[in-house]
């Protein structure tokens, strides 16, 4: 029999209502294959062994004394360090809250402890989101387990890393252009980005708050549909959270859909797509031909651009989102005396110039706690977003970038209804090319933005999407295959997506860890 861990979430949770295993047993299970693995992999920024632990035995007494368990019943669940987890530490992947302990938890958080979810930990990500490779992150990479050389995707890097490396069966990731279905397919895992408004946001650390959203990473499209289930639904805490009733996924995500139209974009298989990633989702189109799909051609015809709209919309919302991080509320500070003691310097120096311009100009010291602490507690990529964004949006940029950018979103949105009108699906390749090696592309912004071509018109068009294994390249990396649904149709990409697993075997791989 196959370990624990290499078991998907829907076996583990049968077999725990049968008695045959507990949750502790998992729990430890996850527990020590991350002690084994993680150093080399490096998908957690931190591990909650004996709150698991506790958690899982808890769930199993209840189980034992015949009491009611929760739709996940002791499984375990790592979470995105973006998202808040009250009295632990969250980051956020950056050194600007290296030390933040948030005093609530995210409701998604709420509902996986009253689902009976195991917090395991938090895993790793691009700093606040922002990046396409986990290289972001201020305190480490993250490897893919197919090949420590490359990377995993990113910004969910560790969430997908970590599931596809057999330490959890489950993790919730958040995609604000791609990042839980990018990472998805490039380490062979399912990802599903809910439409905005499905799942609740309060307690997401914000990044672009128009286009986040919180969804499940796993090995099956039965386990996303049980993850999304727990976590799904209205919240009076988040205005923009739909209240739409939640289907039951994990109930409805074995019926085969009939009569299925899948568009296939005529734009994605332009300049850019690998060969063997464009080979390997014609081949995912015949399966579902085979299964008596409809392929028809459809056009998104400003999907040209979306990678544009995109970068002018998320830095413009991160630079507004970030600015709060100032060294006086929240975070990161300056070394105060220090930084009283420069600016003393600063200004005898001045003075003794006789550089009394000079001296008018010198920061406030409130002016130059915020600047030292921003400088001090953002990485990079966050900083040249920060002033994309402040750009885009300053006096005399603002109808040239932001309010055209807002017209095109508005375009795009308008092909996919066109689409719509005609398709059931959508779908193409999830990524132009299979994992790259670590530090190809940390130099080249624009490359790395490039990646996120077919991911990010989901979001700024508010739909659903999910990605899913189709395929290797000859070398064995992964390859995804990118679903997208109108909004509120998760149901339809969870169905087409088992579909697509009954009569393959991609998902059923894994990677060897030494
Ligand atoms: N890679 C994209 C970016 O860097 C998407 C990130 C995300 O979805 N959080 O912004």
């Known amino acids: 029999m196959s370990s624990l861990t290499d078991q998907t979430a829907s076996e583990l949770l049968e077999r725990m209502r ?16 991350i002690a084994r693995h993680d150093p080399a992999v490096g998908a957690f920024l931190r591990v909650g062994g004996d709150e698991a632990l506790a958690a899982a035995a808890d769930v199993d007494r209840r189980r034992r004394g015949g009491q009611a368990v929760g739709l996940l019943g002791g499984l375990p669940v790592a979470v995105k360090d973006l998202i808040c987890v009250r009295g632990q530490v969250t980051t956020c992947g950056s050194r600007m809250l290296a030390n933040f302990v948030p005093p609530y938890d995210a409701t998604v958080v709420e ?10 930990g938090k895993t790793n990500l691009d700093e606040f989101g922002m990046g396409g490779s986990t290289e972001n992150s201020a305190f480490h990479p993250t490897r893919n387990p197919w090949d420590l ?9 560790g969430a997908a890393a970590c599931v596809a490396a057999r330490m959890a069966p489950l993790s919730l990731g958040t995609d604000t252009g791609g990042s839980i279905r990018q990472p998805s397919a490039l380490c062979g895992v399912v990802g599903l980005k809910p439409t ?11 990044f672009a708050s128009s286009l986040d959203q919180i969804g499940p990473l796993a090995r099956t499209a039965e386990d996303a549909a049980l993850l999304l289930e727990a976590i799904a639904g209205h919240d009076p805490r988040d205005s923009t959270s739909a209240p739409a009733p939640v289907p039951p996924y994990s109930q409805t995500v074995r019926q085969p859909l009939s009569g299925l139209r899948l568009g296939r974009v005529r734009e994605h298989y332009g300049e850019g797509l690998d060969e063997q990633l464009a080979a390997a989702t014609e081949q995912a189109l015949d399966v579902y031909r085979s299964l008596g799909a409809q392929i028809r051609d459809v056009s998104l015809p400003h999907s040209r651009y979306a990678i544009a709209t995109y970068y002018i919309i998320a830095p413009c919302e991160a630079s507004s989102n970030l600015a709060r991080y100032d060294g006086a509320h929240y ?5 105060e005396r220090q930084m009283r003691a420069d600016l003393r310097q600063e200004q005898r120096r001045l003075e003794a110039a006789g550089d009394t311009a000079g001296v008018d100009q010198l920061d406030t010291p409130l002016v130059r706690l915020y600047r030292q602490s921003r400088a001090e507690g953002f990485g990079a990529e966050v900083k040249r977003r920060i002033m994309l964004g402040t750009y885009a949006l300053s006096a005399g940029y603002y109808d040239a970038y932001y309010l055209k950018a807002l017209k095109t979103r508005r375009l795009i949105r308008g092909d996919y209804d066109q689409a719509f009108a005609e398709v059931d699906l959508i779908v193409g390749p999830c990524t132009p090319t299979a994992a790259f090696p670590l530090g190809a592309k ?4 624009l490359a790395m933005y490039l990646g996120d071509l077919y991911t990010v018109g989901t979001n700024l068009a508010g739909l659903a999407g999910i990605s899913i294994p189709c395929g290797a390249t000859r070398e064995g990396w992964p390859i995804g295959l990118h679903l997208q649904a109108p909004a509120f149709e998760e149901d339809r990409l969870l169905r ?4 697509f697993q009954q009569v393959t075997a991609w998902h059923q791989r894994r990677p060897d860890l030494p």
């Not at 509902?111 to 395991?120: I, S, Y």
């Not at 050389?149 to 890097?157: K, T």
């Not at 975070?331 to 070394?335: A, L, P, S, V």
């Not at 940390?442 to 912004?445: A, E, I, K, V, Y």
């Open 442 to 445: 940390l130099n080249d912004p």
């Open 111 to 120: 509902r996986l402890r009253a689902a009976d979810g195991v917090l395991l």
């Open 18 to 33: 049968s008695g045959d295993v507990s949750a502790e047993q998992i729990a430890a299970a996850c527990l020590d294959r």
């Open 149 to 157: 050389e490359r990377i995993p995707g990113g910004s969910s890097g």
């Open 196 to 206: 905005y408004g499905r799942v609740s946001r309060f307690g997401l650390v914000a």
């Open 331 to 335: 975070g990161h500070r300056t070394d």
């Open 496 to 499: 087409a997506a088992y579909m």
